[in-house]
């Protein structure tokens, strides 16, 4: 993608007021026709529920969370359950299952609804689940560079179609992160798309923990469609894209869904920390 496009809009796609959030000229001409005022600061406070992928927390959307609130948004960055300050609770146990469970309870306790779920990488198989299963109180999902699981698959088992061979050895290296069968140890940053000389690089160092294995091996139940049905949102990151991912295959498939809006972005797989200001405009022009 070219470096001076960092972002790019699926044809069918019309964001309103795009001109007034800034983004590039490569896709200001095309909502002009439809812009409307710059009215964003009168809309109703929207919710957001922000969900992190494998190794992450929910510190990882400090400071996409920094600037949704300033704008009035009320916004939950929950940690999934084994993970960062919940790091101590890591188990065998706690399976994709518990991980849903975390953020249907987080709906349910604070009485949410009228939700934009956001996931990243493997939180897109947290979010499907949970809009299979409080598909009523969420107006939009959105999955940033993240797995889109069918019902049975796994996280090793959604996305382009692999021989048996090719899963089990998915599988082995995955244990092999995992010696004792429970975390997988964090991989560093710059296999996230954060180069070493990036500002927050060591602060994302710092803060990756082992992520519960079981997770990735447990297949996705869906009774309701996973998030079929709702206004569906990809956001593929593409510079670079990350490696030996399912990632790149199912930006390829929603672009040709007209149920989609597709958005791309040049910068690396942890773009909430890389590129905040974009995830932001995304996320606010979408309302």
């Known amino acids: 993608m070219d470096d001076q496009k960092p972002l790019k809009l699926n044809r069918r796609e019309v964001i309103a007021g795009t001109g007034a959030l800034g983004l590039s000229a490569s896709i200001s001409s095309h ?41 009035g948004h009320r916004v939950f960055t929950p940690t999934l359950t084994g993970l960062a300050d919940r790091a101590h609770l890591l188990s ?30 493997y939180g897109g198989m947290v979010i499907t689940g949970v809009a299979d299963a409080r598909k009523d109180r969420i107006s939009k999902i959105v999955y940033l560079d993240a797995a889109l699981p069918k019902n049975g698959e796994t996280m090793i088992t959604q996305g382009p179609e692999r ?5 089990e050895q998915t599988r082995k290296a995955l244990t092999e992160l995992a010696p004792d069968g429970i975390g997988m ?7 996230l798309g954060i180069p070493k000389d990036h500002p927050s690089y060591d602060w994302v160092a710092e803060k990756l923990t082992p992520h519960p294995l079981k997770t990735w091996l447990d297949p996705i139940m869906l009774k309701n469609g996973g998030s079929l049905g709702l206004k569906r949102s990809y956001i593929h990151c593409t510079a670079p894209a990350l490696p030996n991912s399912s990632f790149p295959y199912h930006a390829a498939q929603v672009q040709a869904d007209d149920s989609w809006v597709y958005y ?3 910068t690396g797989h942890d773009a909430m920390v890389t590129a905040p200001d974009e995830i932001v405009r995304i996320l606010t022009a979408a309302i």
């Open 31 to 71: 909502a002009s026709a439809k812009k409307q005022p710059e009215t964003l600061e009168l809309k109703q406070r929207e919710i957001f529920v922000l969900v992190h992928g494998a190794w992450h927390g929910g510190w990882c959307w400090r400071d996409v969370r920094t600037q949704l609130e300033a704008q």
């Open 92 to 121: 065998a146990d706690i399976g994709l299952d518990t991980h849903m469970k975390d953020i249907t309870s987080l709906i349910d306790y604070y009485d949410l609804s009228d939700i934009i779920l956001v996931g990243h990488s």
């Open 163 to 167: 021989n048996q061979t090719i899963i």
């Open 185 to 191: 140890a964090a991989i560093p940053p710059e296999f």
């Open 264 to 266: 791309e972005l040049a």
